[in-house]
Each structure stands twice: as structure tokens, then as C-alpha cells.
């Protein structure tokens, strides 16, 4: 099977090897040349030319504005794409985004499924992200892509149609950023009384305060201060930001989405360019005093 793959960041550069390195034939494009050479032969100059052969276009994007701009911009990958191929974006993007172009890419023919990831970066190595599928509901179609998706993932859950898996990823990154959010609160008021990090840390693991963030970034990341697990405070904020647009077109009242939502807007407007999401700990802290 012939795969393209466009976006070769944290996460696409080691889905991409992960599919290479299970026997798939795969062209890859990246729009920073320097991550495209990484592949040697397997690079193509444009999303049209890595998507000419391609029975696959698996896209894995900042968000979707770019994944449209990858498929339907100049050069981009409609260009070349056969009738009855089909997209799997593998970013985390819009919603409503996804459910549009899913229609301008059918009435090319194209089936565009959405297929976003959680693991981050230690589990895109290793082939074994969790994967939520939307769009896949006909299991015709979804056997000609369970291969791929097997590939790159271990939990692979299908959740309903078009868009409902970049919802799916949307709620779930939201959860986990005002579970950062709270521990963080949680570790700087409990130095401050005097307690030690790494045992108050202990205590929530064993505890009921205990999360995914707290058994794996803020032991790994935050207590070593660090800041470097691979996933910018930018991406995680634009997840945040397409849970609330959702609760809002909805017309619901969810404070703390709403609060979570400002909190990480806050946050990434006092960081750098390019902080890595853990370091909200550290606006954690400032804004302590
Ligand atoms: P990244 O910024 O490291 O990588 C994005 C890549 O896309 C870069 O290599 C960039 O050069 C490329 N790119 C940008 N515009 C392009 C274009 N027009 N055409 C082709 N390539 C283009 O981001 P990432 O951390 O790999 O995240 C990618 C997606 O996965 C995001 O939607 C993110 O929210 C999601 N995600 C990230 C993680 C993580 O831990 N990093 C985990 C789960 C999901």
C-alpha cells in the first residue's frame, strides 16, 4: 500500500518512520525542507507529489486550516490524489473544519476520515497511540484502513462520524490541561506551606489526586524542570480553544472549560515562542508571587 505523509514535526516524523519501519511504502512532505531531507528518496518537494501513487494521505498538521491548505492549496495534494483514495488527518483540528472538508474532498471522490492521536511523542515511537476514528462507521472503509492505523496506534476507538474524533481529542485535551492546571495550583500552595515537591507528588499519585499528568509529565517534566516533553503550550491552548468554541456553539454553561480556557490564553500569552506546555508550571508559579 503507498502512503503519503504530510507534516513530519514531534509527532509525524516518528508516525512516519513507525509506517516505514512496518513495511509500508510511504512518501513523505514537510513544508521546512530540513525535515523533509531526513527522509532521503522517500521526500517529495510538494503535497501533490507525495500524494501522486498514494492509495493513503495521512496528514499530521498543526491544525486544520493547514491541513486544508495541505490538500487543497497550490500544490497541494488534490492535485494529484486518485479518486477513492483517502485522507486520514491524524492532527488535532477542527471539528465543524473537518466535517466541510470532508464534503469538498467527496465530491472529488476522496473519503476524509479523522483519526487524532493522544501519547505524545514516547508512544508516536513506538507505535502505540491511542487513536480516536471518526468518519469510519462503514467497516468496508475501515478495514482498508485499520492496517494504518494499526501501525501507529495500539487503542484504537471509533467514535462515531466525520469530526467526532477531533471533538473526541478536543474534550479530552481540555480535561487534561485543567488537570495540569489544577495540580500545578496543588504543588505551588503545598511549597509554600513547606511540603517537599516530589513527596507531595507521591501523595497525589497515591492518592486521589492522582492523573495521567501527574504519573507522567510532572514527574518526568515539571519536578526536574525540564520542560521538554514535545508538545508546544501553543497546540495544547489551540486544543483547549476548539473544546470551548464547541461549548459555545452549543450555547452551554461549562465554567470551568470556560476558566481552563482563559488560564492557558494567559499563560501562553506571557511565554515565549516555542515553551513546551509544561512549563504552565512555571506561570503557575509567577502568577503565585
Ligand atoms: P509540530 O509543530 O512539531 O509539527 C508540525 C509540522 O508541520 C512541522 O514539521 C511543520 O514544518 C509542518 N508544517 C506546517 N505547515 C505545513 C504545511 N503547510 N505543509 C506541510 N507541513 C507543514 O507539531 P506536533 O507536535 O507534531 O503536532 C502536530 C499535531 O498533532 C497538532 O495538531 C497537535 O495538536 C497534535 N498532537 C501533538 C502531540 C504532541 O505530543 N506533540 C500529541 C498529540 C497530538
Not at 55 to 83: H, K
Not at 100 to 120: C, F, K, N, Q, Y
Request: glycine share 10%.
Amino acid at each position: 500500500m503507498n502512503i503519503a505523509f504530510i507534516g513530519l514535526g514531534m509527532m509525524g516524523r516518528p508516525m512516519a518512520e513507525c509506517l516505514i519501519a512496518k513495511g509500508f511504502s510511504v512518501r513523505v512532505y514537510d513544508i521546512d525542507p530540513a525535515s523533509s531531507a531526513e527522509f532521503g528518496n522517500a521526500s517529495a518537494p510538494s503535497p501533490a507529489e507525495a500524494a501522486a501513487e498514494a492509495d493513503i494521505i495521512v496528514t499530521m498538521l498543526p491544525n486544520g486550516e493547514i491541513v486544508r491548505q495541505a490538500l487543497l492549496g497550490e500544490n497541494g495534494a488534490l492535485a494529484s490524489a486518485a479518486p477513492n483514495s483517502i485522507v486520514i488527518d491524524t492532527s488535532s483540528s477542527d471539528a465543524g473544519g473537518t466535517v466541510a472538508l470532508g464534503a469538498e474532498l467527496a465530491a472529488h471522490g476522496i473519503t476524509l476520515i479523522d483519526s487524532p492521536v493522544s501519547g505524545g511523542v514516547p508512544m508516536a515511537r513506538e507505535g502505540t497511540l491511542a487513536l480516536m476514528v471518526g468518519g469510519a462507521e462503514d467497516d468496508t472503509l475501515y478495514a482498508r484502513v485499520q492496517p494504518v492505523l494499526e501501525a501507529m496506534g495500539k487503542r484504537i476507538v471509533r467514535v462515531g462520524g466525520l469530526g467526532a474524533g477531533h471533538a473526541a481529542k478536543a474534550i479530552n485535551n481540555a480535561i487534561a490541561a485543567a488537570t495540569l492546571a489544577a495540580t500545578a495550583e496543588g504543588l505551588v500552595l503545598g511549597e509554600k506551606f513547606g511540603l517537599k515537591p516530589d513527596i507531595l507528588l507521591d501523595v497525589f499519585n497515591n492518592s486521589t489526586g492522582r492523573s495521567a499528568v501527574s504519573e507522567s509529565v510532572f514527574r518526568t517534566q515539571i519536578l526536574p524542570r525540564t520542560y521538554a516533553q514535545g508538545f508546544a503550550m501553543a497546540l495544547m491552548t489551540k486544543d483547549v480553544g476548539l473544546a470551548e468554541n464547541l461549548r459555545a456553539q452549543l450555547g452551554l454553561n461549562l465554567p470551568m472549560l470556560q476558566a481552563t480556557c482563559a488560564q492557558w490564553r494567559e499563560a501562553l500569552a506571557d511565554s515565549a515562542p516555542g515553551t513546551d506546555f509544561t512549563a504552565y508550571h512555571l506561570f503557575t508559579e509567577k502568577r503565585a508571587g
